[in-house]
């Protein structure tokens, strides 16, 4: 069984929806969750960054952490075609510099106009 | 700010060669990279990690000798595939952590060997 599940998709979507993208990990010492985009054939660039359980908002982006079903979610408001990507979750268990991140699959977006 | 770089961003060499890739931290000191392996549609695998100054620690499964990672400094660490050949043909990318923002990687844009 693999650390972090994640559908891989496609996801496609009509501009303007409300997209809910969802991990789900088994290792209950991750502390950290990260979300990544990856747009093709780039590099991912981090979206935003969680510690422990509770919700974040970071304008049309919403990360939830849920420890106790250890399940994480990413909300886009109001999707825009430039959301088309690869959303990559990401864990770890440790702050320190020196600690791994251990990620999902990823899940491919397409939204269209 | 947390710029990564990595050099050459493309690369074709003939199976049994070598190639060398750069990664650089442009405005800050990175105390620790990583390197990631990539194919097409499926997510990074963590083939490394390598401390300034000190060997790498490598993936079960990544063949040291074959990937060779050297971090001589707090910006700079280089990956060099050795005797490649076309199944070594993938997406590398390489990441840094370290600064004020520890708990946070920032990943190079990649770079991509293929081996004929």
């Known amino acids: 069984q693999k650390e972090v599940e994640q559908d891989p998709g496609p996801l496609s979507v009509p501009e303007g929806a409300i997209v809910s993208l969802n991990c789900t990990y088994s290792?209950?010492?991750?502390?950290?969750f990260m979300w990544y985009r990856q747009y093709s054939r780039k590099g991912p660039e981090l979206l935003m960054y969680?510690?422990?359980?509770g919700n974040k908002e970071d304008g049309r982006f919403t990360a939830q952490v849920d420890k106790s079903s250890k399940y994480i979610s990413l909300f886009i408001r109001d999707s825009q075609p430039s959301d088309s990507a690869t959303y990559l979750c990401?864990?770890?268990?440790?702050?320190?510099?020196?600690?791994?991140?251990?990620f999902g699959e990823g899940t491919q977006l397409t939204v269209n106009p | 700010g947390a710029v990564v770089s990595q050099h050459p961003s493309w690369v074709i060499c003939k199976s049994g060669t070598s190639v060398k890739i750069e990664c650089r931290s442009l405005?800050?000191?990175?105390?620790?990279m990583f390197w990631y392996r990539q194919f097409p549609k499926q997510s990074l695998m963590l083939m490394a990690t390598?401390?300034?100054?000190?060997?790498?620690?490598?993936e079960q499964g990544v063949e040291k000798d074959k990937f060779l990672i050297n971090h001589a400094s707090l910006t700079l660490s280089t990956l060099t595939v050795t005797s490649a050949h076309p199944e070594d043909s993938s997406f590398y990318i390489c990441?840094?952590?370290?600064?004020?923002?520890?708990?946070?990687?920032?990943f190079g844009p990649g770079t991509r060997l293929t081996v004929t």
């Open positions: 390598s401390n300034e100054g000190s060997k790498a620690t490598y």
């Open positions: 290792n209950s010492a991750f502390q950290y």
């Open positions: 405005d800050f000191q990175a105390t620790t």
């Open positions: 969680t510690y422990s359980s």
């Open positions: 990441s840094a952590r370290g600064g004020w923002a520890s708990y946070e990687q920032y």
């Open positions: 990401a864990m770890s268990a440790s702050e320190t510099s020196g600690s791994r991140l251990t």
